[in-house]
Every structure is written in C-alpha cells, then in structure tokens.
C-alpha cells in the first residue's frame, strides 16, 4: 500500500507543479531568454516535462525493487529498454522527422520501460497489477486530465502577464487538492492525512 501511495503523491507533486508551466510556456521562456527565443524551445521543454512526468513512478518501482536486492532482471530489461532509444532515434531522424520526434519517442520508451519494471518487480515484489492499474494509474490519469482545464481556460481568456501566471499557478493548486482529496487518495490515505495535519496543529499549539 506504501507503494501505491508513494507513487501517487510523487506523480501528484510533479503533475501540480509542471501544469502551470506547460500552460503558460511562451511567457515563461520569454521572461528567462527574452525576446529571441530558439526555435522548438516551447516543444522541447513542454515533451522534457511530460517525460519527467512519467519517470516520477519509476522512482517508488526502483525503491522497492532495489530493497529486495534482487535487481539484476530489473536491471537488464530496463537497461536494455533504455539502450534501445538511442538507435530507435538515429531512425526516425534518418528518414526524416523533425527533432521534436527524439523527445516523443523518449516519452514512449519511458512508459514502455515502467510497463516493464513493474512486471519484473512483480516476481521480486508480491502486488497485484489490477490493483496498481485501479488504484494508481486510473485516477492518475483521471486528474491529468482534468487539471489543466480551468487554468488553460484562464490563460485563453487572460492576457499574457506575470498576473496570469500568477492566476494559473493559484488555481492550480487550489484545484488540485481538491482533486487528489476527490479522486487520488483513498479513504485509508484521507485519514492518514487527517491525522497528520492534526497532529501538526497540536505540535504547533504546544
């Protein structure tokens, strides 16, 4: 359960933090590089995002893996995995897609790999995979996808100034809690979180 946990807190953390970002990416690069601002700059960093995105839920897989000490299956389907990228790349550009392909195909060997390391945990690690896919990768994908729709709607309607971005991330934050408190923790974790913050006030009080 501490491993379902992990890996929905650590996606969560990322996912609140890169939406405001990915949103709002034009103002971002133009206030750090100014006016003259490389080509692809935009696809670039929006495609790096979702790919660290992606890569926050091999970090629990990795941690639980490596505990048992029983790595070296592990290790060879996810170095295998990741050796494959570089030629896979070197074909498409070969045949003529653009740059941007090198980071989508990043994107998809990351989620091939994590396909992978979860069914290589599984031998070392007893878990059930419809019970990780339910309770982690469903409503993962269910508050990506409704996260960024109010702050995108902020930025369409709002003119593009610091008070936007400022807008975008306050929303944002707001709207996740309430979605990872609706959607993402379970009843088990909300009264987890209950006690903490309670326990934190008491400390606070004393």
């Known amino acids: 359960?501490?491993?379902?946990?992990?890996?929905k807190v650590c996606y969560c953390l990322m996912l609140v933090l890169i939406v405001p970002v990915i949103i709002d990416m034009d103002y971002i690069l133009q206030l750090w590089l100014g006016e003259t601002v490389p080509e692809y700059s935009n696809q670039f960093a929006i495609l790096v995002l979702i790919d660290m995105l992606i890569c926050t839920l091999n970090t629990p897989v990795n941690q639980v893996t490596f505990s048992t000490g029983n790595i070296k299956t592990y290790q060879i389907v996810s170095s295998c995995?990741?050796?494959?990228?570089?030629?896979v790349c070197?074909?498409?550009?070969?045949?003529g897609f653009d740059a941007t392909s090198v980071f989508v195909i990043t994107i998809i060997f990351s989620i091939i790999n994590q396909a992978g390391c979860l069914l290589c945990m599984k031998k070392v690690f007893d878990y059930s995979m419809r019970a990780y896919l339910k309770s982690v990768v469903v409503p993962l994908a269910a508050?990506?996808?409704l996260l960024p729709i109010v702050p995108y709607?902020?930025?369409a309607f709002m003119e593009t100034s610091f008070s936007r971005l400022f807008s975008i991330c306050i929303v944002d934050v707001v709207l996740?809690?309430?979605?990872?408190?609706?959607?993402?923790?379970?009843?088990?974790?909300?009264?987890?979180v209950k006690e903490y913050i309670h326990k934190r006030i008491?400390?606070?009080n004393a």
């Open 81 to 87: 995995i990741n050796l494959l990228l570089l030629p």
């Open 90 to 95: 070197y074909i498409f550009l070969k045949i």
């Open 153 to 155: 709607l902020i930025s």
């Open 143 to 145: 508050i990506t996808i």
């Open 1 to 7: 359960k501490m491993f379902f946990s992990e890996s």
């Open 202 to 204: 008491l400390k606070r």
């Open 176 to 192: 996740a809690f309430f979605l990872i408190w609706g959607i993402v923790l379970n009843s088990k974790e909300q009264i987890l």
